[in-house]
């Protein structure tokens, strides 16, 4: 057996690199937050190569003092903690104490510093983790931390970085994260001596949106400003209509610090269901302000990820604030605005030169009347409107005044006017969110109405499958699904919901049980139900195409008036299109 040695420090820091100093952009993190802990009003980045040459972070803050240099680039040296308690009580960003040790023992490190009450500037240098001697030279109050040649005695590791625009890429995503959680402090990019960024202090987070992500989607974005007890969280979510097809848009900030946080996000999945197309995700700009021994900082190399003392009530907080935003905003999707001038049309369309074209004619919705029972499509029942009664929780929402009758076009859009716009209307994703509605109503009331199968179905599945479904038979259940065991890998299926009686039995159940056997899937009932009714309201609902009676137009319109949740489809797409005449005046250039 080998003898147990200690390690020499060089090695112990070279491990310590390996978490904290992956590629440029973690020294960029490091080096910035330092500047921030500092006290600095203004912080500059300079890159070189992507940051593979050179990063350089110049800022004006306290600066460091020449007796002090030294052990600023010694493992496990830092002036932001002193005991143990203090780890639970974290006010700063860099608290570790081994950036600059690390960073220096894997490339040429120049440290270079001057205190407000110093004459002059004092410097060091670190090569590949052999500390130099520390030397006067001039320089203006704060410090400039310079690192060049990274992993230059570590060629294996200089391999796996990726390209110069790859690596100034994720060098760009620090920058932009850290100027998004301290709008106060004036931060600037350079790259080859090519200025990408400059960015005054404001006091607006939506100015440095604007900067980053464009004034357009800047513009759109809704206010959040929610506080509980001790727990606080302001900024900006987007309009459903602005949406992502990742979560890197999603910009979670605690004490001035970009998260990532899988509670917080699912939080924020589960205020857009409904309001979102499968695949696509929020976009969001929250700060999160709450003590500092509520939240436990020190669980990752570089706390990206934290630990919440009550993070139950933080989700419901989250998700609370913004359904309750919803609630005061109009939903209904809006006409694309024109295309900038000289910039090329999408695609053009020819309108007919008759005054009044076949497909907007009342008459032809009359005429079609008689092939309705024809047309082949599920049974729909569309209750009776009734007029609208107050909620307490409803607030002032925009009011588009009330439509007139509706018109069919193209046999699967409904048209109607209101006072000051013209309303056009999915059939199909409108009849589906008003049944999913009534279909969740019911299903909170009590269980969903099963058919029992005049002869049970034995349907084979992979053990895996059998196993989950026999499992959560009850919560199956109350979906209106029964089934039993038949021994092996066979389950038999007794019965299930009426509307999806014609539906392939084999894939609905493995459907089913893929979402059951997901790790969340034992405490997560409410979104294996939603998506069963998204399942039926979809199969029962009106289809595109289908040719309506004017009786049950008007049925349809007027009960989309009585839901809180007609503006978007189960699955996220909108049912309705609000054209005002302010966006027709400008379409045809009348404004």
Not at 493 to 512: F, I, K, Q, V
């Amino acid at each position: 057996m080998t003898e147990i040695k200690q390690l020499p420090p060089h090695v112990v820091n070279k491990i310590a690199a390996g978490e904290v100093v992956e590629r440029p952009a973690s020294m960029v993190k490091e080096l910035i937050e330092n500047a921030i802990d500092s006290g600095a009003t203004r912080i500059d980045l300079i890159l070189r190569e992507g940051g593979t040459a050179e990063v350089r972070v110049v800022d004006n803050g306290a600066g460091i003092a020449p007796d002090q240099l030294a052990m600023a680039v010694t493992s496990h040296a830092t002036s932001k903690i002193e005991s143990d308690d203090d780890l639970f009580d974290v006010t700063t960003l860099g608290f570790r104490g081994e950036a600059l040790a690390s960073i220096g023992s894997v490339a040429h490190l120049r440290i270079r510093s001057r205190t407000a009450e110093s004459d002059a500037g004092n410097e060091l240098r670190v090569d590949g983790g052999t500390i130099g001697e520390v030397t006067p030279v001039a320089a203006a109050t704060g410090t400039t931390v310079a690192v060049s040649d990274l992993f230059f005695n570590t060629p294996v590791r200089r391999k796996f970085l990726r390209t110069i625009r790859t690596e100034l890429g994720h060098c760009t995503e620090i920058f932009t994260r850290l100027a998004l959680a301290h709008p106060h402090i004036h931060f600037s990019l350079t790259h080859e001596e090519r200025l990408l960024h400059d960015l005054p202090p404001v006091t607006d987070l939506r100015e440095r949106i604007a900067h980053f992500f464009g004034r357009p989607l800047a513009d759109k974005l809704l206010e959040i400003d929610s506080r509980e007890g001790e727990i606080e969280i302001t900024g900006y979510v987007a309009h459903p209509q602005e949406s992502r097809p990742n979560t890197k848009m999603q910009y979670l900030l605690l004490g001035g610090r970009f998260i990532r946080d899988r509670s917080l996000q699912h939080a924020l999945g589960e205020a857009y269901r409904g309001l979102l197309l499968r695949g696509r995700y929020p976009i969001c700009f929250l700060t999160l302000r709450m003590p500092a021994d509520q939240v436990d900082v020190n669980v990752h190399p570089t706390k990206l990820e934290v630990r919440f003392r009550n993070a139950q009530q933080l989700y419901r907080q989250l998700l609370s604030a913004i359904r309750n935003r919803f609630l005061e905003e109009n939903l209904n999707a809006t006409l694309a605005p024109l295309q900038p001038e000289g910039a090329p049309a999408e695609r053009t369309v020819r309108l007919p030169l008759s005054p009044n074209p076949p497909a907007l004619q009342p008459e032809a919705a009359h005429s079609a009347a008689s092939n309705f029972s024809s047309t082949p499509r599920p049974h729909i029942e569309i209750q009776p409107s009734t007029s609208p009664t107050a909620i307490s929780t409803e607030v002032d929402r925009p009011s588009y005044g009330e439509p007139i009758p509706a018109i069919q076009v193209m046999h699967r859009y409904l048209i109607a006017e209101s006072d000051n716009a013209v309303i056009v209307m999915d059939q199909h994703a409108l009849h589906e969110s008003i049944l999913y509605e009534k279909l969740r109503k019911k299903v909170l009331a009590g269980p969903i109405d099963r058919q029992p199968l005049l002869v049970p179905e034995p349907i084979d599945l992979a053990a895996e499958e059998a196993s989950v479904l026999i499992e959560r038979r009850e919560t199956l259940l109350t979906l209106g699904i029964e089934i039993e065991p038949f021994g092996g890998e066979t389950v038999l299926l007794t019965a299930l919901p009426a509307l999806l009686a014609n539906e392939n039995r084999g894939d609905l159940l493995r459907s089913l049980a893929t979402q059951l056997a997901q790790p969340e899937g034992q405490a997560n009932r409410r979104d294996l139900i939603d998506d069963l009714l998204h399942m039926i309201s979809c199969k029962a609902a009106i289809k595109a195409g289908d040719v309506l009676a004017p009786a049950e137009i008007q049925d349809l319109v007027a009960q989309r008036a009585d839901s809180d949740v007609a503006h978007h489809c189960p699955h996220g797409r909108p049912t309705t299109l609000v054209l005002t005449r302010e966006d027709l005046d400008r379409q045809f250039l009348r404004t």
